[in-house]
């Protein structure tokens, strides 16, 4: 799925108006993974899942142009396409293999064999058969963004939102999910809409970065953004690009790598 933004605006009005997005225009590939750094950045997931309109502007979901007052046929047929994993933590049901069902069934998800399709949503994002059966309740913090994850794949949208995903988890853990996102990407041609302050989390999968701050995007562009001093007004440096920046100013022909893997083996040429 495509997705536009064209001269997106959105003012959450209250005591004191505040305007979350000024002006943006961006365009987002289908099949491609994208992070949006800065704060009260969850508005794009309810603008894409339509649980809020533009104040100007457009949102465009392959042939869906979403305005402020546009009618929208079939919204839940829209909904369906798209994968919202909040902050929120919230469940309907008691039992994990019910909270699944209920969503399936609610985006009119059919399979022939559920509890499979079930057991095999849970064993995507790492957690096991015997999860089927237990109490939501009792889960930790990250198997319950585990679980929201699972859902989501569940029904299989095209889309897949995921805001703040990676906090909480461990390094081990956020090198399954990563290379899980890149799996979504690759094989099944899933866009990824990764919302975050923590770009060190995600350096390695996208494709593009989009900086929004005080509602204006202030930097987007590919990988080579990393490299660029502006980007660090806004966000931490990333340990890896802190020590390639570092290498090159001692002189070191260590170029702007991404991947750890890649680093380790150039290092490891050089030192021979």
């Not at 209250?14 to 949006?36: A, E, M, T, Y």
């Not at 390639?244 to 070191?252: M, V």
Request: net charge positive; proline share 1%; glycine share 4%.
């Amino acid at each position: 799925m495509e997705i536009i933004f064209n001269k997106l605006s959105y003012t959450e009005k209250g005591i004191k108006d505040i305007k979350l997005l000024d002006n943006i225009n961006v365009v987002i590939p289908s099949g491609s993974i994208v992070v949006f750094l800065g704060d009260y950045l969850d508005i794009i997931a309810k603008l894409l899942f339509v649980l809020k309109r533009p104040s100007t502007g457009e949102l465009k979901l392959n042939d869906v142009i979403i305005k402020r007052t546009s009618h929208i046929n079939h919204i839940e047929l829209l909904r369906s396409k798209i994968g919202y994993v909040s902050n929120s933590l919230l469940f309907i049901k008691t039992i994990v293999k019910d909270e699944i069902k209920e969503v399936m069934k609610n985006y009119n998800y059919k399979t022939k064999n559920v509890s499979k399709h079930i057991v095999d949503s849970l064993k995507m994002v790492g957690l096991d058969e015997s999860y089927i059966d237990r109490e939501i309740n009792t889960l930790s913090y990250t198997e319950k963004k585990r679980l929201e994850l699972a859902i989501i794949l569940s029904y299989n949208p095209e889309v897949i939102v995921l805001d703040d995903f990676f906090k909480g988890f461990n390094y081990k853990d956020k090198e399954y999910f990563r290379k899980l996102f890149l799996k979504l990407k690759n094989k099944y041609q899933k866009t990824v809409i990764m919302i975050t302050n923590d770009l060190a989390s995600t350096f390695e999968l996208v494709d593009k970065v989009y900086v929004i701050n005080k509602g204006k995007l202030v930097i987007s562009g590919g990988k080579e953004v990393y490299y660029q001093d502006k980007l660090y007004q806004y966000t931490d440096l990333p340990k890896i690009v802190e020590f390639t920046k570092y290498a090159q100013e001692q002189g070191h022909d260590i170029l702007e790598y991404t991947e750890l893997k890649e680093l380790i083996k150039e290092l490891y040429r050089n030192v021979k």
